[in-house]
């Protein structure tokens, strides 16, 4: 059968299972554009092309399939860049498509040229410039092969506008067998050896804790990772990219690690002989000061991609390999060490489905931690009369009037540590966010991705009003498409975090960071968008707007929510500094630190 590049592109989609697309037309793309009127794949035309990537990541962090996103040449190409880059940063399979300019003048500075795969190599798995139709569908399967498949991430295909429209006999590769990937060989099950050895660590370690990153959300592993907690009794720190991996309320789970995490997640890492680290890979946000992080830890370091291993910590025992598997693994090698199960049978009378009951040999280690978790909790102080509302409030109200499998999203700032400390997480996939890159901008269309991926589910997007001035013309989409999303303004009219480093390490010399409470009227912005727009400015009036806004699903809901500016996000461990030097709410620290 014979068809043009196009549409082999646009069927090499359909038999990946694509669902839909986010994207936006132009003159070297335009006959992609064509075919996609005849195929069941749902487009959705985004305002920028930014959008259409964090769209794209939303839709696979929600759903744990790639996301594809759809673009033209030059500036379109340019435009989605960030998305590519944080998605590369947060390991996040997404496969976007650019237009190029036709071959005899690819080099000539033609009219929306960019040399796109040049530009893209650092920020994607792999990338192709396509030069034979024919080379279509096994270029788009590789694609999706390799960003769904040993690490993920993003991956690019270019495709000149003369190769759309030429022809070529429609075939598709029966298997990854047949595709052509030399070297590309990723190792899933852990070294039996490696694994007995760490079961052995684990067997003998005093003060263990299971450092969990987001290969376990990658991977489909909470399961296991909870299986592996309750039966050891080893308890929990989960990283940002890693928050719903793990359920908030379960004892053995401690929080938020890193330069904003808590108290007692910081601190178990600090004082631990045992690091298991679960897909994680050892950021700066989390060690602080290298030579300061985890002195007296040996560390397991299990990871699908080896080239983490010893880039920051040396591992004592590397185990290469998919986090879901190995886990299984290493609790197959504990029970033949004699680790059997825990008793799972709770002791607060029935009122918790977890079991407070640890191994003997950790009860001193989880008495110190619980002694921590008594001493120096997560803690705000409350809105007095007259007072602003404080933005912790509004994250605990709006956590306590959604259901438990609401996906929450962020940007990236203040509001998003906010989210990530005083949130309660239930269900793996629901939160997305964005972490290595720290993109600002990302909630609202992520949002939206995050919602086409997952009708059935309520999203919530927690944004600052810096981020979302960066791309809040995604609602325009979200409206058009009726995709309804809700967000929530967490407006201190400031960029919040560098107003709080400004504050605490440059003697309040607030350089460029006001932004005004009132410039834009985001109620009126929303409404002209075609969402619903309600304002918030005393406590009482909260719950009733997130009530609202529930009830509301026909169309997108934006509150803006007035904040407290002088709020600042604690702890914190300043820039530079060991993580044994962690500032706790004023007032918060004793004398038995």
């Given at each position: 059968?014979e068809?043009?590049g ?11 299972g694509?669902e ?9 793309i335009l006959?992609?554009y064509?075919?996609?009127l005849?195929t069941?794949?749902?487009?959705i035309?985004?305002?920028?092309e930014q959008?259409?990537?964090h769209?794209?990541e939303?839709?696979?962090?929600a759903t744990?399939?790639p996301g594809?996103a759809?673009v033209?040449s030059?500036p379109?190409?340019t435009?989605?860049v960030?998305?590519?880059?944080d998605?590369y940063?947060d390991s996040?399979p997404i496969v976007?498509?650019?237009g190029q300019?036709?071959r005899?003048?690819i080099?000539?500075?033609a009219?929306q040229?960019?040399?796109t ?5 650092a920020?994607?798995?792999h990338?192709?410039l396509v030069t ?6 096994e270029t ?11 690490r993920?991430g ?11 429209n030429?022809?070529?006999?429609w075939h598709?590769?029966a ?6 990937l ?9 070294d039996?050896?490696?694994?007995a ?5 684990i067997?003998?370690?005093k003060?263990p804790v299971?450092y969990v990153?987001g290969?376990?959300?990658k ?6 990772l909870l299986?592996?907690?309750n039966?050891t009794?080893i308890p929990?720190?989960?990283?940002l990219?890693a928050r719903?991996?793990f359920?908030s309320?379960?004892?053995l ?9 808590n108290?007692t997640a910081v601190?178990a890492?600090?004082?631990?002989d045992?690091?298991i680290?679960?897909g994680a ?8 000061r290298?030579?300061?992080f985890?002195?007296?830890a ?7 991609d080896?080239?983490e291993f010893g880039k920051?910590?040396?591992p004592d025992v590397a185990?290469?390999?998919d986090?879901?598997?190995?886990t299984?693994q290493l609790?197959d090698a ?12 709770p002791d607060?009378g ?9 191994p ?10 619980r002694?921590w978790?008594?001493?120096y909790p997560?803690?705000y ?5 007259g007072e ?6 509004v994250?605990?109200t709006?956590?306590e009037?959604?259901p ?9 700032g203040q509001?998003?540590m ?5 949130w309660q997480?239930?269900?793996p996939?629901?939160?997305?966010t964005?972490?290595?890159l720290g993109?600002?901008?990302?909630a609202?269309p992520?949002a939206?991705g ?6 059935d589910?309520?999203?919530w997007?927690i944004d600052g ?6 791309t809040?013309?995604e609602l325009v989409?979200a409206?058009?498409e ?5 967000i929530?303004?967490?407006n ?5 975090m560098v ?5 605490m390490?440059?003697e309040?010399?607030?350089s ?7 410039l834009p009227d ?5 409404e002209?968008?075609g969402c619903?727009?309600l304002r ?14 529930n009830?509301?699903n026909?169309r997108p809901?934006v509150?803006d929510f007035?904040t407290?500016?002088f ?10 500094a060991s993580n044994d030097d962690?500032?706790l709410?004023?007032g918060q620290a004793?004398?038995?630190?």
């Amino acid at each position: 059968m014979e068809i043009t590049g196009a549409q082999a592109l646009v069927k090499s989609l359909e038999m990946e299972g694509v669902e839909v697309v986010f994207g936006m037309p132009g003159g070297a793309i335009l006959p992609v554009y064509d075919p996609l009127l005849d195929t069941p794949i749902r487009h959705i035309l985004v305002r920028h092309e930014q959008g259409a990537g964090h769209a794209a990541e939303g839709y696979a962090h929600a759903t744990g399939r790639p996301g594809v996103a759809i673009v033209t040449s030059g500036p379109a190409a340019t435009n989605i860049v960030t998305a590519l880059s944080d998605a590369y940063m947060d390991s996040i399979p997404i496969v976007v498509i650019t237009g190029q300019v036709a071959r005899p003048l690819i080099g000539t500075d033609a009219f929306q040229e960019s040399d796109t795969t040049g530009i893209t190599m650092a920020v994607t798995k792999h990338n192709w410039l396509v030069t034979d139709p024919n080379e279509i569908p096994e270029t788009i399967a590789a694609a999706f092969h390799i960003a769904t498949t040993g690490r993920p991430g993003p991956v690019l295909v270019d495709l000149p506008k003369d190769v759309t429209n030429a022809l070529m006999e429609w075939h598709w590769p029966a298997s990854p067998e047949e595709l052509d990937l030399p070297g590309y060989h990723p190792v899933t099950r852990g070294d039996p050896s490696l694994v007995a050895k760490a079961a052995e660590m684990i067997g003998s370690a005093k003060r263990p804790v299971l450092y969990v990153g987001g290969g376990v959300i990658k991977s489909h592993g909470s399961e296991a990772l909870l299986d592996l907690a309750n039966r050891t009794g080893i308890p929990v720190v989960t990283t940002l990219m890693a928050r719903s991996a793990f359920p908030s309320a379960h004892p053995l789970s401690l929080g938020m690690p890193g330069m904003h995490g808590n108290y007692t997640a910081v601190t178990a890492m600090q004082k631990s002989d045992l690091l298991i680290a679960l897909g994680a890979r050892f950021d700066d946000r989390v060690t602080g000061r290298l030579d300061g992080f985890a002195t007296e830890a040996k560390v397991i370091h299990i990871d699908i991609d080896p080239a983490e291993f010893g880039k920051i910590r040396k591992p004592d025992v590397a185990i290469c390999g998919d986090c879901r598997l190995v886990t299984g693994q290493l609790i197959d090698a504990l029970e033949d060490l004699g680790m059997g199960p825990v008793d799972a049978r709770p002791d607060d009378g029935g009122t918790s489905k977890y079991a407070p009951r640890f191994p003997d040999q950790l009860s001193e280690w989880m008495d110190t931690i619980r002694e921590w978790q008594s001493k120096y909790p997560l803690t705000y102080n409350e809105a007095r009369e007259g007072e602003m509302l404080k933005p912790q409030m509004v994250i605990e109200t709006l956590r306590e009037l959604t259901p438990d499998d609401t996906v929450l999203v962020t940007g990236v700032g203040q509001h998003q540590m906010w989210a990530s400390l005083f949130w309660q997480f239930r269900l793996p996939n629901t939160f997305v966010t964005s972490g290595g890159l720290g993109t600002m901008g990302f909630a609202v269309p992520a949002a939206i991705g995050a919602k086409v991926g997952r009708p059935d589910r309520m999203v919530w997007a927690i944004d600052g009003d810096g981020c979302f001035q960066m791309t809040a013309q995604e609602l325009v989409t979200a409206s058009a498409e009726g995709i309804p999303v809700k967000i929530a303004i967490l407006n201190n009219a400031y960029l919040g975090m560098v107003r709080q480093w400004q504050e605490m390490f440059y003697e309040e010399r607030y350089s460029e960071v006001y932004l005004s409470p009132d410039l834009p009227d985001y109620v009126k912005w929303a409404e002209a968008m075609g969402c619903v727009g309600l304002r918030v400015d005393s406590p009482e009036e909260v719950a009733p707007a997130i009530e609202k806004a529930n009830a509301i699903n026909d169309r997108p809901v934006v509150i803006d929510f007035r904040t407290d500016a002088f709020e600042k996000v604690y702890p914190m461990v300043p820039a530079g500094a060991s993580n044994d030097d962690i500032l706790l709410f004023p007032g918060q620290a004793g004398e038995d630190r």
